[in-house]
């Protein structure tokens, strides 16, 4: 959890660093590596809201790219924890509470929704997800390289589905979570997720509904 300590400080970590994927790396001495530090200690004043604003002089594109690659690996971290109380038995679909249930397309291997359970799922997602950012042409890491076209709109859909791996554990593993005393941190880091989306305006709010209550709750404390 070293990455995450410097990022919030108040908050202490538990579970030995686990992820459910690997971590992806944003290279070190890269323009990108030194917004993500500029986002670290930003965040470390605890003001989130002031934290996830475009830096003066800093391209909108690489400013998502990297919180995006952020908040991967905070996701893949926290899911890393709980993987083993989401199971085939445990959620046989991947649903954010009885109203919500997700089925998987990504518009190329598979085209055509299916069903299938959480875990099938969010290995589906964060495999989707973790492909998208190691496109070079997508998110490129080398300066002058530009961004293309349409950045902004797989950005978006990545954001997107991350959403439901917070909305799936906030429903179907938050007692999980408290048992593992690491709910200062899901919180902590939604918190930032859902400020930073609302910042850019990514994610449309009927996405956000099955946590729309928490996002409320979490919005009003900062008022």
Not at 167 to 195: C, G, R
Not at 203 to 216: F, G, H, T
Request: glycine share 4%; hydrophobic share 35%; charged share 25%.
């Amino acid at each position: 959890y070293s990455f995450l300590l410097g990022k919030y400080p108040e908050v202490e970590f538990s579970r030995s660093s686990k992820t459910f994927k690997p971590k992806k790396n944003i290279p070190e001495g890269s323009h990108q590596y030194e917004l993500l530090k500029h986002a670290e200690a930003t965040l470390g004043s605890g003001n989130l809201r002031q934290a996830v604003m475009l830096p003066e002089g800093e391209d909108l594109n690489e400013w998502i790219a990297v919180n995006t690659v952020d908040f991967f690996n905070q996701i893949n971290m926290l899911y890393g924890t709980i993987t083993e109380f989401c199971t085939e038995a445990s959620c046989p679909v991947m649903s954010a509470g009885p109203r919500y249930e997700y089925h998987w397309a990504d518009g190329t291997n598979i085209k055509k929704p299916i069903k299938c359970s959480a875990p099938k799922y969010i290995d589906y997602l964060m495999t989707w997800v973790q492909d998208q950012l190691d496109d070079e042409t997508l998110f490129p890491s080398k300066i002058g390289v530009p961004f293309p076209k349409n950045f902004m709109s797989v950005a978006k859909t990545i954001l997107k589905r991350l959403f439901r791996v917070y909305a799936h554990i906030y429903h179907q593993h938050f007692d999980s979570v408290m048992q593992l005393q690491e709910e200062a941190h899901l919180n902590t880091s939604f918190k930032h997720f859902i400020f930073f989306v609302q910042e850019f305006n990514l994610i449309d709010r009927r996405e956000l509904a099955p946590l729309q209550e928490l996002i409320e709750k979490l919005g009003s404390k900062d008022r």
